[in-house]
């Protein structure tokens, strides 16, 4: 029997959410969701906790992760799925994602400052729980020091961080095929995350022949007709359908459970837990 279906994408205060891995389970459970997924990105540093606080609370959970990736000059993400979070080559290389993170929002800062802007690198880490440091960190330390304008804080976003922003810089990303192939490797089932946000969808069948099982369907910005359209693309190419609300707490927009999958038949050994 399925209740409120599943949310299975989520981000933790271990990347740039603002709510921990226990706090989100007891959302989810107070919202009535049957189970989550966490999907911090580029990191799993949260995934005990998550499990911890799951079995505590008696609430579904896989593991999972997005990982930011360059296919060509197009950013796709992509989400794995009941990875086993201590696979030594899935950490080593979450480990360089995660430094090269840190000199990249350095990156950022300076460019700021060369813009006039005089927001230091002490006043980024405030906002950030852990070790992840990404745009919305150095976003809130502008609305703190009252530079963003609360009407139009997307606006604001895109001025000083966008890709056309004054103080973006690239991530060092990796290869989409290597990240679906790492998702492989430490047993998990890699999806193409949000494939109607980013005209990603055009590489479907590229990105199957690294090893690509599934279409994230349900998301906030899909509306009705990409819906029908990703998911007569998933029959075709038998590939599983999942969904999740891109939850960030107050660090986003959406609300968990905004988007959700009724079923998940496809994890059912992915599940923390089953194994
Ligand atoms: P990064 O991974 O450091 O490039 O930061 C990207 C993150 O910034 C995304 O995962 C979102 O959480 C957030 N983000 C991207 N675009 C916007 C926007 N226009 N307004 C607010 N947050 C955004
Ligand atoms: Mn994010
Ligand atoms: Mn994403
Ligand atoms: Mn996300």
Redesign the pocket.
Known sequence: MSGAGYDLHI?SSY??GSLTPAELVEHAVKIGLDGIALTD??TVDGIPEAIRAAQEKNLRFIPGVEI?TDYGDVEAHILGYGIDYRHPELVAKFETLMAA?ID??KEMVNKLNRHGIPVTWEMVEQHSNGRF????H??KALIAMDLVQPAY??QY??HY??QNGLAYVP?QEIETGEAIQLILKAGGIAVLAHPGRQGTQLFIEELMDYGLKGLEVYYPAHDAATVRHLLSLARRYQLVVTGGS?F?GD???GQMGESVVPDISWAEGLLAGSN
């Open positions: 981000h990347s740039d990105h580029d930011t993170r990249r929002a440091i990404g745009r919305p150095i976003f804080r997307r976003f895109e961080l966008g991530h891109d960030h660090m986003g927009h």
